[in-house]
T-cell receptor, first 114, second 116 residues
Framework: DADVTQTPRNRITKTGKRIMLECSQT?????MYWYRQDPGLGLRLIYY???????NKGEISDGYSVSRQAQAKFSLSLESAIPNQTALYFC?????????????FGPGTRLTVL | AQKITQTQPGMFVQEKEAVTLDCTYD???????LFWYKQPSSGEMIFLIY????DEQNATEGRYSLNFQKARKSANLVISASQLGDSAMYFC?????WGGGFKTIFGAGTRLFVKA
């Protein structure tokens, strides 16, 4: 089974709709992240969380909100989707123990806003 | 200003040859980390290699090595003996400092094409 899962994998929605993207992890990591990927721009950080009580904005948080329901779950919401939020969205966890620093990414959610 | 710069939008390499993907970075932190990720056409992000700013040796992971030149602020990825399965997008990334959320900044990527 995958360590970081995302649902849905693909979603097409209309402008103005509320959308929730979900992320679950079985790795036991405290830190979780949401990124979006647009062609030619690499990945950009939307929100990140150190633990259930700690939520932080990334570089492009406008138009998004998150919820850390448990250590293993981190959801991203688009309250009122707009076409320029069409992108590939990645959830990730981070392992920084024992001198290592590795991010583990989910498979991605491809979101299209019409 | 760009924190991570990958100047090669696309690269071609012959199968079995080595290839170097360029990455330069900009930071005033003394402690930082550098990463390379691979993204095949299927879309997933695959961690390849990590180099800490205080690591004296260049990182290696199998056919991947990171040519870390701290004074030049470069962290080039070297893939030896290229395989057809190496065709993918490659992203260089940097984590600044140890506090502040371990935020990672990604470059725009280099698309590698391996020719048979």
């Amino acid at each position: 089974d995958a360590d970081v899962t995302q649902t849905p994998r693909n979603r097409i929605t209309k402008t103005g709709k509320r959308i929730m993207l979900e992320c679950s992890q079985t790795k036991g990591h405290d830190r979780m992240y949401w990124y979006r990927q647009d062609p030619g721009l690499g990945l950009r950080l939307i929100y990140y969380s150190f633990d259930v009580k700690d939520i932080n904005k990334g570089e492009i948080s406008d138009g998004y909100s998150v919820s850390r329901q448990a250590q293993a779950k981190f959801s991203l919401s688009l309250e009122s989707a707009i076409p320029n939020q069409t992108a590939l969205y990645f959830c990730a966890t981070r392992d920084h123990s024992g001198g290592r620093d590795t991010q583990y990414f989910g498979p991605g959610t491809r979101l299209t806003v019409l | 200003a760009q924190k991570i710069t990958q100047t090669q939008p696309g690269m071609f390499v012959q199968e079995k040859e080595a290839v170097t993907l360029d990455c330069t970075y900009d930071t005033s932190d003394q402690s930082y980390g550098l990463f390379w990720y691979k993204q095949p056409s299927s879309g997933e992000m695959i961690f390849l290699i990590y180099q800490g700013s205080y690591d004296e040796q260049n990182a290696t992971e199998g056919r991947y090595s990171l040519n870390f030149q701290k004074a030049r602020k470069s962290a080039n990825l070297v893939i030896s003996a290229s395989q057809l399965g190496d065709s993918a997008m490659y992203f260089c990334a940097m984590r600044e400092g140890w506090g502040g959320g371990f935020k990672t900044i990604f470059g725009a990527g280099t698309r590698l094409f391996v020719k048979a």
